[in-house]
């Protein structure tokens, strides 16, 4: 009986050693990394980030009105390395990069091939999700780092740490994530269409006007280089040749007025045909119309009409854009490497297929059902 008393004394004392985490750091002892902007100027790299506290926004989605969120660093160095270790030097604690939500690179990080370099740079690190969503922009990099949601939400309610909450309602420009990023850059046609963001201030309250991120078009980068921006209208046929658009929205003029009409259900299909050195493509897509804003009277025939001849010209007009940036917009390459490789090998260069103005040899528009959110094609009120 005393051999037993004794053997489990010692359990005892041991018990607690075993469970312990003795390699592990408390979470109030830890500084969270959240978003990344990255810039190059006077050829060295700087870093701007973005910390968050977890404990605050923890407790509620609304915050405290009088805690602070964030705290931007930064840094410059020959390389990010260099550039993070030199933030490094100024942190009272250790960094954990797990939590990493987003990415905004400005145009000079994206050219001459600086592209390549920081994607390596992160995804070599593995603390770091291919989730984390990737952005570009013209506005100064430590502004993005500091912008707020709508009521001082909780940072994880902004456009940029949260893109696909809005997608869902409107579908202009497709988010896109490291995984994503690396998948298009190795693939026919080598290039990637990352979401161009700027700074609006199109919302204020009764204090004073408030400064949200918006999404007003593409940067095209390959491996080696920044082909550019397309922004506005220039990019509005994008989305009707992106698959996991969800909605969309075209307004059209008639008889001195407007038409609004929203699209959704959408549904493409390219099909490439080779004719001796040259590939052809044809473009058909399939969707619903819903009628949101008209005056006056109008039927359905016009609707269909007025989609079908909007969307091709928006589709048109963006695919000109994206030549005359030696551009394959609509990734036309990648269709034909999926479907015959065999013949990609023959036509493409440097994994591109060879594009001109007529590539696009026919452009299939059919719209299956009209709604109208009542059950006449006429103003509610006479």
């Not at 978003?35 to 407790?59: R, S, T």
């Not at 046929?237 to 959408?266: A, Y």
């Amino acid at each position: 009986m005393k051999r037993i008393t004794k053997r489990l004394c010692i359990l005892c004392l041991v018990l607690p050693l075993l469970t312990s985490c003795w390699d592990v750091d408390e979470p109030n002892r830890i500084r969270y990394i959240y978003a990344i902007g990255i810039d190059y100027k006077e050829d060295k790299y700087e870093i701007h980030a973005q910390i968050i506290d977890f404990i605050n926004i923890a407790k509620t989605e609304q915050p405290n009105q009088d805690a602070i969120q964030v705290e931007v660093g930064k840094a410059k160095g020959d390389t990010i390395e260099e550039a993070f270790f030199e933030l490094y030097k100024s942190m009272d604690l250790k960094l954990f990069w797990g939590h990493m939500t987003y990415m905004v690179l400005s145009e000079e990080a994206l050219k001459e091939g600086r592209a390549n370099i920081v994607i390596n740079a992160f995804l070599r690190f593995r603390e770091i999700r291919y989730q984390t969503w990737v952005y570009t922009t013209k506005d100064p990099i430590g502004e993005i780092m500091l912008l707020n949601p709508l009521f001082n939400s909780a940072m994880t309610r902004l456009k940029l740490a949260d893109p696909m909450s809005s997608y869902q309602q409107e579908s202009f420009i497709e988010p896109i994530d490291f995984r994503k990023l690396v998948i298009r850059l190795n693939e026919p046609s080598y290039e990637v269409n990352i979401p161009y963001v700027k700074i609006d201030d199109n919302w204020e309250n009764e204090k004073e006007k408030d400064k949200l991120p918006k999404f007003e078009g593409v940067g095209v980068v390959t491996p080696d280089e920044f082909k550019g921006f397309i922004s506005g209208e220039k990019i509005n046929g994008l989305q009707w040749m992106t698959k996991e658009t969800k909605k969309g929205e075209i307004t059209i003029p008639r008889n001195d007025k407007f038409v609004s009409i929203t699209i959704d259900n959408l549904k493409i299909k390219v099909k490439p045909k080779v004719q001796g050195d040259e590939v052809k493509f044809e473009v058909k897509l399939n969707m619903n119309a819903l009628l949101s804003s008209f005056e006056g009277k109008i039927t359905e025939k016009e609707i269909r009409q007025f989609v079908k001849k909007q969307i091709k010209k928006e589709i048109e007009e963006t695919y000109l854009e994206g030549l005359e940036k030696d551009v394959d917009i609509y990734r036309l390459s990648e269709y034909l490497y999926r479907s015959d490789v065999k013949n990609w090998k023959k036509v493409q260069k440097d994994g591109k297929v060879p594009l001109t103005e007529s590539s696009i040899s026919s452009i299939t528009i059919e719209v299956n059902k009209v709604y109208t959110g009542r059950k006449a094609f006429k103003e509610t009120i006479e």
